[in-house]
């Protein structure tokens, strides 16, 4: 079946991974700015590793096959240094009309604090002034509920937001609900200890339904498997859901979302 | 324009009866509990007590909502190792705006 990754850190994944994903049917991704591993010193590191995101990456995708599309901004762990974030968000619009930019993401909360909901609030300023779709971390393990709140709530209290315009990521059973309820789109990340499971994120699908739901691997620098939405889609099968169901969830839905941004050009085979 | 509050109500009901999940899902069970029953063994004996009190009583905390009946159990063990959420976190931050 061929599918979309919403999330995946391929800058940090070696090439050998492309061939994986591509001979699993991954016919497209999608990958946000993150942490590099650790705080970059200046917008010059940013500015170069957009220029990876949105130049290296896609013509190596390519060599598989693969679409490659990408987010911007500068991440929510190093949103605390508010004076580098401001430079960031400035850099930006130098990138976001690049062909394979998606919007802006992955902005959220790391660990809730007052300087990473400033800069939050500041890039979602950015992308309603440019009209950008938005893709949004929520925090791990303790920090999740209580920062998914946060989250929530600085988006409805925008008057500018529009909610099929904006991905939620890294939903998990106690955040899925305000989520979905809430009218955004949302994503399950399978990714091993701190988030779900592919079993986990079936349980979700039948409990909730397929609507504004997606899955990714959000593959990057720890232990992680690029391979693990066709992971989610083998366990769908398992449990004897129809090829329909499971395509909406991997493949329609990131087409639908993505469509939402003009630069969204993907070719289907 | 903003997408209409969506009702989460189940259209895609498991389509497995309880006895087909244990008969998939037994050992998987039984593997995972085991899991947590040598971790448990392991903090036994342990040479010295935690200093921190708080993650062994979220643990216990934890398992003994297992027990309850129901189908929220993974939604409750969450929000047992959830911090809270404070409604009032922007006016402490000085961001203006309110929590619902």
Request: some cysteine; overall charge negative; glycine content about 6%.
């Amino acid at each position: 079946m061929d599918y979309f990754d919403p999330h995946i850190h391929m800058v940090s994944r070696t090439t050998d991974d492309y061939l994986a994903l591509a001979q699993m049917g991954c016919v497209a991704m999608s990958e946000p700015a993150f942490w590099a591993g650790y705080d970059r010193g200046s917008v010059e590191g940013f500015r170069d590793y957009f220029r990876q995101l949105t130049e290296f990456e896609p013509t190596r995708a390519a060599e598989f096959g693969i679409q490659h599309y990408t987010w911007l901004c500068i991440n929510a762990k190093e949103a605390e240094n508010v004076a580098l974030s401001r430079e960031v968000i400035g850099m930006i619009p130098e990138f976001v009309q690049r062909p394979n930019v998606l919007g802006i993401g992955e902005i959220g909360l790391n660990k809730n604090t007052k300087n990473e909901a400033t800069i939050f609030q500041e890039h979602l300023d950015l992308a309603y002034r440019l009209g950008e779709l938005v893709l949004i971390h929520t925090p791990h393990l303790e920090d999740k509920y209580a920062g998914t709140r946060m989250i929530l709530d600085m988006l409805t209290g925008d008057a500018r937001t529009d909610r099929t315009r904006v991905l939620v990521d890294h939903v998990e059973e106690h955040t899925i609900r305000p989520v979905l309820e809430a009218g955004f789109w949302a994503g399950m990340t399978l990714y091993p200890v701190s988030k779900c499971t592919p079993e986990r994120a079936c349980d979700m699908v039948e409990r909730y339904g397929p609507e504004r739901l997606l899955v990714n691997s959000a593959g990057d620098w720890g232990p992680s498997k690029p391979t693990a939405v066709p992971e989610f889609i083998f366990e769908m099968r398992r449990r004897g859901h129809d090829e329909a169901l499971i395509r909406r969830v991997v493949y329609d839905n990131p087409r639908e979302f993505f469509s939402g941004c003009e630069r969204f050009r993907f070719a289907a085979r | 324009m903003p997408a209409p509050p969506r009702k989460t109500t189940s259209p895609q009901t498991a389509k497995r009866s309880a006895e087909a999940v244990l008969d998939r899902d037994f050992l998987i069970i039984r593997a995972k509990l085991l899991e947590v029953a040598a971790s448990l063994d392991r903090l036994a004996a342990a040479t010295d007590p935690p200093a921190d009190a708080e993650r062994i009583a979220k643990i216990r905390q934890a398992i003994e909502s297992l027990l309850d009946d129901g189908a929220d159990h993974a939604e409750t063990l969450q929000q047992i190792f959830s911090l809270p959420y404070d409604a009032d976190w922007q006016e402490r931050f000085g961001l203006g705006g309110s929590g619902d």
